[in-house]
DNA sequence: CGCCTTTGACCCGCGC
DNA sequence: GCGCGGGTCAAAGGCG
């Protein structure tokens, strides 16, 4: 068996991952209809569904891309009022909803924790995104800012599980950064929340193409963050040396509702989305 | 001085 | 009720 299938179902929804080298070797389609049930994933063909403007449709309100966002991604408050009756929503899911009501670091956040925790009050979910890329360094370059504002031990894990949050004031994305127990090499992060700001000026300043690329700063993958498709896009035109595949996908509520591949590159991406998440500057420095 | 990381303590929900 | 695990806080220290 693989090892590279991750149940992922210690902190955050239950979510899984899969590499899409993994994919590619028959003996795991088995597991992954498993996984299908278990975590409720797209059937193991729409993997391989070609990156077409059709399926692209949902990651513009990828929560984690400061796109022009109507956001629909993010569930209604109205929604499962009550744990029970939804299997996928799990602890830490319920946690979060009483995160949502405390904000920024330095307001007395305990006290507000408890005061400002209205009970019976259900906060809306913040939707969130995971990436798998294979990188050296745990904190890939994405653009924004962000603030580690702690660190804990994964269970049955030995590499421990980062937390940040974005610097931006008013701005309460987060994410996560672990590494796979089972590759050491594939780095997860998961984003939650939107951007409701563009990207710090002084990265744009000094984030280039070759940063976007990988091709400078260590490793540092700026690329890597953002969808398959939009990395589609700039792997064509300079296709870094060490590239690996990785998968990303989209969910909430305990739902995979995207995921993307590198496997199958099509004439027509959406380049205008890309141009949408990535200054033209950066895009002109280029060649 | 401002920003960031580190890290132990704390809070909370869940399962037993 | 208690222990466990995930998530967060905030003081302390480092660094440019």
């Known amino acids: 068996m693989d090892d590279h299938v991750e149940h992922k179902n210690t902190s955050s929804e239950e979510v899984s991952f899969m590499s899409l080298t993994d994919c590619l070797q028959s003996s795991l389609v088995m597991d992954y209809n498993s996984l299908e ?29 400061n796109l022009n966002s109507n956001s629909p991604v993010v569930s209604s408050s109205s929604n499962e009022a009550d744990p029970k009756e939804n299997p996928n929503e799990t602890k ?33 979910r913040e ?14 370059e994405d653009g924004y800012r962000w603030r580690k504002y702690g660190q804990k031990a994964v ?49 744009r300043g000094t984030v280039t193409a ?18 398959r498709h939009h990395q589609e896009f700039l792997m064509a035109k300079h296709p870094p040396a ?8 989209s969910y909430e509520q305990g739902h995979v509702i995207n995921s993307y591949n590198n496997n199958n590159h099509q004439p027509g991406v959406d380049y205008g989305l890309l141009q949408d998440i990535v200054p033209s500057m950066l895009l002109k420095h280029e060649s």
């Open 37 to 65: 049930k278990v975590f409720k994933f797209p059937p193991y063909s729409s993997l391989f569904q070609p990156v077409s403007p059709s399926n692209t449709g949902p990651i513009v309100n990828n929560p984690y891309l």
């Open 127 to 140: 939707a969130r995104v995971a990436f798998m890329t294979k990188s050296e360094i745990d904190h890939l």
């Open 92 to 124: 830490s899911d319920r946690m979060e909803d009483i995160e949502g009501d405390q904000h920024g670091v330095g307001e007395s956040s305990k006290q507000v924790t408890k005061q400002g925790k209205k009970k019976g009050e259900k906060k809306e």
């Open 210 to 227: 070759e940063h976007l690329l990988g091709h400078r700063g260590g490793g540092s993958n700026f690329l890597h963050s953002f969808p």
């Open 242 to 249: 060490n590239y690996q595949r990785v998968v990303s996908m």
């Open 155 to 203: 269970k049955n894990s030995p590499y421990p599980r980062s937390y940040y949050r974005c610097t931006t004031q008013k701005c309460n994305v987060k994410k996560r950064v672990e590494r796979s127990f089972h590759d050491p090499s594939i780095v997860i992060t998961t984003y939650e929340g939107k951007h409701n700001h563009p990207i710090p000026s002084t990265l």
